[in-house]
């Protein structure tokens, strides 16, 4: 590796666990669980997706989607439960990496993508509103107006600074620079001691304290699977978008092998379950982070501050972290979507609106999925509006019907309604050359169409299929000639 690459890794990597921090020890609280459990989450599912994963440049860790499923089990039935399906979601997470599932992300469309992005990017800056409050009631008069002044000094120097020079990144001198101008000025603020005390010793390995029986298993196991999905899911996303961002190729199937092997270590070491965070992931990339190493430093890192610099770093102004947030924020937006509106087509921008509103207010699995629901039924009915028929007489008396498009499940009907057996000649042609058979629903269409010429007394011919469709027919012991 050159020296700049070197170099850049390193302070992205140390700019990323900055970032990292509030947010995990927000998760963990999120999740009614010990911050140092989000702590040892980020840090071991951080620190071995880097290394073995297969996209560089991707920082995974302890994220809020996985926090909000697992807040009923831990509340129902404890943390030891808890680990134990942190446990099993890595070990779906693999077999789902090791089966090479990983190229099912190619059936999210692209509209949901630009939905996804901004529906997190208007989560990560909902989120940072938190930090607004004392408790359930808002900051008000001077501790507000510092709040908002700092954050507004850290979003300036983001902004700014890279006019100037790009020896450091942006993010990182901000937060070290307000945090040095609130200790110095002695500004009454809330801090990152204010979250959480993060000072505590290396993670044991310890298997979760729970009976192993059939009983434990139906317990944990709609956790783990939701957990698997949702993690996989928001993890192969991110991954795409880096893919654009680097304007290179990541391996989603290697990703989730590491993603669930790092999953398994972090329940044995007593961390939470975790997956790819865009959040922190724009921040690393932003500030100038592309090799594995980017990623090690800023897990690392994470385990040095709960082990010696807890006292320093419990003192970075909560302001500073919100201000990166903020502009992590503005630049994870697309907001090149909003110029396409009257360029595209309008149901694929309905599908982008859905897609951001459903992940704002549930959840990405349910938000992606919703948007591949909408975007597959948009796609099915244009198809079958697809489907047409040329016809006329040969020179014989007989008919001849030259087919166009697909026959599937959604176009069954317009296929048998361009077809008129009452009144057709005795001999009729369908010339498939131009028409492809996907599903069960083509073979029972033409098996339709034929039972009604024969109940008709007349005789269909079907030329020129393709070798799958004749494959489709015949295994269906549907005749053809």
């Known amino acids: 590796m050159k020296p700049k690459h070197l170099r850049a890794d390193i302070l992205a990597g140390l700019t990323t666990s900055f970032a990292l921090l509030p947010e995990c020890i927000a998760f963990a609280l999120v999740a009614h669980l010990n911050p140092l459990m989000g702590l040892y989450g980020a840090f071991i599912i951080c620190t071995l997706t880097a290394l073995f994963g297969g996209r560089p440049g991707m920082v995974s860790g302890a994220a ?12 129902q039935h404890g943390v030891q439960y808890l680990l134990a399906t942190v446990l099993l979601g890595g070990l779906i997470m693999m077999a789902f990496g090791l089966l090479k ?20 990017a208007i989560v990560i800056a909902l989120a940072q509103l938190e930090h607004f409050k004392n408790g359930d009631a808002w900051l008000s008069g001077t501790p507000l107006y510092i709040m908002i002044g700092l954050v507004v000094a850290t979003m300036a120097i983001v902004y700014v600074l890279p006019r100037l020079t790009l020896a450091v990144p942006p993010a990182l001198a901000a937060i070290l ?51 698997a999905l949702v993690g996989l899911l928001e993890t192969l996303l991110t991954l795409n978008l880096t893919d654009e961002i680097t304007e290179s190729r990541g391996y989603p199937d290697r990703e989730c092998v590491a993603l669930g092997a790092a999953n ?42 709960i082990l010696f610099l807890s006292p320093l770093i419990e003192r970075i102004p909560l302001a500073a972290l919100v201000g990166v947030m ?18 595209v087509p309008l149901n694929d921008v309905l599908v982008i609106i859905a897609v951001t509103v459903i992940t704002v207010f549930t959840d990405l699995a349910t938000a992606v999925l919703c948007g591949i629901i909408i975007a597959a039924l948009n796609f099915a009915w244009q198809q079958a509006r697809e489907l047409y028929a040329d016809s006329h007489l040969e020179a014989d008396g007989s008919k001849l019907y030259l087919m166009h498009g697909t026959l599937f499940f959604a176009s069954t009907t317009p296929f048998l309604n361009q077809f008129d057996p009452a009144n057709d000649p005795a001999v009729v042609t369908i010339d498939c050359r131009h028409l492809s058979f996907v599903d069960y629903s083509a073979i029972a269409a033409l098996k339709t169409l034929r039972e009604r010429y024969a109940k008709a007394g007349k005789h269909l011919r079907v030329l020129h299929l393709s070798e799958r469709c004749k494959k489709l027919l015949k295994r269906a012991h549907v005749a053809h000639d």
Do not use: E
């Open 177 to 227: 620079g307000v945090g040095l101008a609130v200790y110095l000025l002695g500004l009454p603020t809330r801090t990152l001691g204010d979250m959480a005390h993060i000072a505590g010793g290396l993670p044991t390995f310890a298997l979760p304290d729970i009976p192993w029986n059939l009983d434990t298993l139906r317990i944990i196991a709609p956790y783990a699977i939701l957990m």
């Open 101 to 120: 599932l990983g190229k099912l992300v190619r059936m999210v469309p692209h509209p949901v993508m630009l939905g996804f992005v901004n529906g997190l």
């Open 264 to 305: 398994v270590v972090s329940g044995a070491f007593g961390g939470m379950g975790g997956c790819a965070m865009i959040g922190q992931t724009m921040i690393n990339l932003s500030s100038g982070g592309r090799g594995r190493l980017s990623g090690v430093v800023a897990g690392v890192a994470i385990v040095l501050f």
């Open 64 to 75: 809020g989607s996985m926090a909000v499923v697992i807040v009923a089990l831990v509340v």
């Open 326 to 343: 903020f502009v992590v924020s503005q630049q994870t937006f697309a907001w090149a979507s909003l110029r396409v509106v009257n360029k």
